[in-house]
């Protein structure tokens, strides 16, 4: 979706700031906007306070100070269970002693609905994650994926207009969990819904959301939609969490606009583009990812930098093939490049040329 949440916000949080024990703060000046059937992917690290603007958002956590609104209304006094949003755990928190049905009947009967609603709901909810067989089971008969089902199911039965969802997928197993955000997704695009969600894991936000809100250290570092954090982040620390980077050390020496000329630790001149870096003699940190690297010389853009590099090691991954280089002075710089038939096979204790399109490459801030 093209997201707008400058214009009627859904969710805001305004100067939002959270304190367990009155002096150091887990959430430190949150300014966010959400726009309306937004998929939005709160991301980072354990203890960068995720987690806790979530919980804040669900009535779980107070916010020490600021406030936050959801449609319009404050709703910072407002009980968890009036705020009409649905929640997913990690954990599922199903009821144990009662079926499926009877699970997803509780949030209705506590809102007074009737029997015949509650029924249609019910049937319309397991439909949804294609659990309609499963109604008189319990939560103990059923796997971790199918319980994930009914989780959900149980947070969309009552047709909230935010659900929010906590790590939901992290019990999973590899494929299934990435079958997973694909069914999570699709029903966000097909209900509407707005969806806030909190993850560790940076190829599941990647892959859901219509933005991603990078934090660290209890703020956000970046806010933008998934293929600009990945190609354009603004600070090393989002560059070297989102995805994988080769990492080469030096220092400015010439800058000019959208350019910057660095010197390698090991002599070397390179060009990239400058981020956070913005003098001659700064410290900087030369940003390249594994798969804008090459080391054919007939693949290599115009333009593009050559380095020596020692072949270390070559991994076998399946579709991908992943090399470890030494290259100016650093022995963990990685080539990716994909299984194809006739794809050049790289021997460890071989010497090659490795090779980038300048813009490609990002000088970022030292961290």
């Given at each position: 979706?093209?997201?707008?949440?400058?214009?009627?916000?859904?969710?805001?949080?305004?100067?939002?700031?959270?304190?367990?024990?009155?002096?150091?703060?887990?959430?430190?000046?949150?300014?966010?906007?959400?726009?309306?059937?937004?998929?939005?992917?709160?991301?980072?690290?354990?203890?960068?306070?995720?987690?806790?603007?979530?919980?804040?958002?669900?009535?779980?956590?107070?916010?020490?100070?600021?406030?936050?609104?959801?449609?319009?209304?404050?709703?910072?006094?407002?009980?968890?269970?009036?705020?009409?949003?649905?929640?997913?755990?990690?954990?599922?928190?199903?009821?144990?002693?009662?079926?499926?049905?009877?699970?997803?009947?509780?949030?209705?009967?506590?809102?007074?609905?009737?029997?015949?609603?509650?029924?249609?709901?019910?049937?319309?909810?397991?439909?949804?994650?294609?659990?309609?067989?499963?109604?008189?089971?319990?939560?103990?008969?059923?796997?971790?994926?199918?319980?994930?089902?009914?989780?959900?199911?149980?947070?969309?039965?009552?047709?909230?207009?935010?659900?929010?969802?906590?790590?939901?997928?992290?019990?999973?197993?590899?494929?299934?969990?990435?079958?997973?955000?694909?069914?999570?997704?699709?029903?966000?695009?097909?209900?509407?819904?707005?969806?806030?969600?909190?993850?560790?894991?940076?190829?599941?936000?990647?892959?859901?959301?219509?933005?991603?809100?990078?934090?660290?250290?209890?703020?956000?570092?970046?806010?933008?939609?998934?293929?600009?954090?990945?190609?354009?982040?603004?600070?090393?620390?989002?560059?070297?969490?989102?995805?994988?980077?080769?990492?080469?050390?030096?220092?400015?020496?010439?800058?000019?606009?959208?350019?910057?000329?660095?010197?390698?630790?090991?002599?070397?001149?390179?060009?990239?583009?400058?981020?956070?870096?913005?003098?001659?003699?700064?410290?900087?940190?030369?940003?390249?990812?594994?798969?804008?690297?090459?080391?054919?010389?007939?693949?290599?853009?115009?333009?593009?930098?050559?380095?020596?590099?020692?072949?270390?090691?070559?991994?076998?991954?399946?579709?991908?093939?992943?090399?470890?280089?030494?290259?100016?002075?650093?022995?963990?710089?990685?080539?990716?490049?994909?299984?194809?038939?006739?794809?050049?096979?790289l021997t460890p204790g071989g010497r090659i040329k490795v090779g980038w399109h300048p813009e490609?490459?990002?000088?970022?801030?030292?961290?």
């Amino acid at each position: 979706m093209t997201v707008d949440p400058k214009n009627d916000a859904f969710v805001a949080f305004e100067h939002v700031q959270k304190s367990y024990d009155g002096v150091s703060l887990v959430v430190k000046d949150l300014n966010l906007n959400i726009a309306k059937g937004e998929f939005l992917t709160m991301l980072g690290p354990s203890g960068s306070g995720k987690t806790t603007c979530l919980m804040m958002l669900a009535g779980f956590e107070t916010a020490t100070h600021g406030e936050i609104r959801l449609d319009g209304r404050p709703i910072n006094q407002v009980p968890p269970h009036k705020r009409g949003i649905g929640m997913v755990f990690q954990n599922y928190a199903l009821f144990p002693h009662m079926t499926v049905g009877e699970n997803l009947s509780f949030p209705l009967e506590v809102r007074g609905m009737g029997k015949d609603e509650r029924e249609t709901r019910i049937r319309r909810a397991l439909d949804m994650v294609q659990m309609g067989a499963f109604s008189n089971r319990r939560p103990a008969q059923l796997s971790g994926g199918q319980q994930q089902r009914i989780a959900l199911a149980r947070a969309l039965v009552f047709d909230p207009t935010l659900v929010l969802m906590d790590e939901p997928l992290g019990a999973l197993d590899k494929q299934l969990r990435e079958h997973m955000q694909l069914e999570i997704k699709h029903l966000h695009e097909s209900l509407g819904i707005t969806v806030v969600y909190v993850t560790h894991d940076q190829g599941e936000a990647l892959t859901m959301s219509d933005r991603v809100a990078v934090f660290n250290d209890g703020r956000i570092q970046q806010l933008a939609p998934p293929a600009d954090l990945y190609e354009r982040p603004d600070n090393s620390f989002v560059a070297q969490f989102i995805g994988e980077n080769n990492k080469l050390p030096g220092t400015i020496e010439e800058i000019n606009g959208a350019k910057a000329r660095v010197r390698l630790t090991t002599g070397e001149l390179i060009d990239a583009t400058p981020v956070n870096v913005t003098q001659k003699g700064e410290k900087t940190v030369v940003s390249i990812r594994p798969e804008r690297v090459e080391f054919k010389p007939e693949l290599m853009p115009p333009g593009a930098l050559t380095l020596d590099a020692d072949v270390l090691e070559v991994i076998y991954m399946g579709d991908i093939l992943r090399t470890r280089m030494r290259v100016a002075g650093t022995d963990d710089f990685v080539v990716k490049c994909r299984n194809t038939l006739g794809q050049t096979r790289l021997t460890p204790g071989g010497r090659i040329k490795v090779g980038w399109h300048p813009e490609d490459a990002r000088a970022l801030d030292a961290p």
